[in-house]
């Protein structure tokens, strides 16, 4: 392919938020391991794989995390494709991992929590927004690479995927948590002219969901 064919070949990295997970004890569970998918999460994955089945995937890569591989399995077999595995989808790390962090609810009553919440702009709770934005870059550049002229999924984590549109959309990376639209099984989808990302869609194949229920 010569520089003119790519410049000119157009790519699609639909990056997907995993559906929603079993947490019958409501909490942050963050990166910890063995949380699965709800039935309706199983539900919300095959909805997503039957929106794409006429799409040309070729290459499908997800979080290490369990709700994410789940989510990939549907559409990986609706396309034959083996999922891929890159440690960038993973969750953000967060100081309140395994604990509930409902408003007014579990561990932000405690005043031994508050000292974690004294920089929303880093943040100082978790992992620098800056440094997720970057990684899940990295994450879907190489998936663009490996299905250049066709298209990829990225299966990854509410908060990575919102971070990483809005670092794309020259927004600033602190947010309200509760504006972000990335739904449970969402598409965030990037569309390449060769190297240069020319647009960004945000579908929900699976159904709205409220961005204040976490599920994540």
Known sequence: MTDEQ??????????????????????????LPSFRLSVKGQAQATAVA??????????IVGSPLQRAQETAGPIASSHGLQIHTDENLIEAGNEFEGLKVAVGDGALRRPRHWW???DPFTPSWGEPYLQIAHRMLAAVNNARVAAVGHEAVCVSHQLPVWTLRRFLQGDRLWHDPRSRQCGLASLTSLVYQ???LVDIVYSEPAGASDPRITGA
Request: glycine share 10%; proline share 2%; net charge positive.
């Open 116 to 118: 974690k919440l004294r």
């Open 50 to 59: 039957n929106t794409l089945a006429a799409h040309d995937i070729t290459h």
């Open 194 to 196: 060769g190297d240069t």
């Open 6 to 31: 790519h410049a000119e070949t157009r790519t699609i990295v639909h990056v997907m938020r995993h559906g929603e997970v079993h947490n019958p004890k409501g909490i942050l569970y963050g990166r």
